[in-house]
């Protein structure tokens, strides 16, 4: 599979993982607007936890290792 092309590889990708969905995209989006205003109401009360650029690459950077 790797030896796909990158265009190739994510077309497969993006069936597979539409393939594991058992909700409709309406119903996605729903979900992700409300994370957004659950994210947002948590800045507005200053329980979210705020980090800058660089240090969430660090952490993700350091995940991939």
Known sequence: VLKLSPA???SLAKELLASLDSMSES???TLWEDEAIRRDD???QGSARLDPISGALNRAR???K
């Open 8 to 10: 190739y590889r994510a």
């Open 42 to 44: 948590e800045i507005d």
């Open 27 to 29: 119903e996605l989006q």
């Open 62 to 64: 350091a995940r991939r």
